[in-house]
């Protein structure tokens, strides 16, 4: 089991930038993957990104050139830089954790919003 918290949503300016922070329970090298999903009103939820437990990473069109995905062991906490902020990165961010031996679990931070003004 992991428990995981968000922080660092805010408002912020088109172009402006904003960093995410997940803080996890336990070392996140014994998670088999984690990655940062989000939800617009009406909408599905998406993932943004998302990094192994080697440290491979991909990304959602809408945001590869613009976001950054990165991990500080130490720390326990995985983060998503987002620079370049559109209007249309308007919604509430969640991090997510996939554990266990076979990936069974699924688990999800509380979400944090993330407001672009034009």
């Known amino acids: 089991q992991v428990q995981l918290v968000e922080s660092g949503g805010g408002l912020v300016q088109a172009g402006g930038s904003l960093r995410l922070s997940c803080a996890a329970s336990r070392s996140i090298l014994s998670i088999k993957s984690m990655g940062w999903y989000r939800q617009a009103p009406g909408k599905q939820r998406e993932l943004v990104a998302g990094?192994?437990?080697?440290?491979?990473?991909n990304y959602a069109d809408s945001v590869k050139g613009r976001f950054t995905i990165s991990r500080d062991i130490a720390k326990n906490t995985v983060y998503l830089q987002m620079n370049s902020l559109k209007p249309e990165d308007t919604a509430v961010y969640y991090c997510n954790a996939k554990g266990g031996q076979l990936s069974q679990y699924d688990y999800w931070g509380q979400g944090t919003q993330v407001t672009v003004s034009s």
């Open positions: 990094i192994t437990g080697g440290g491979s990473t």
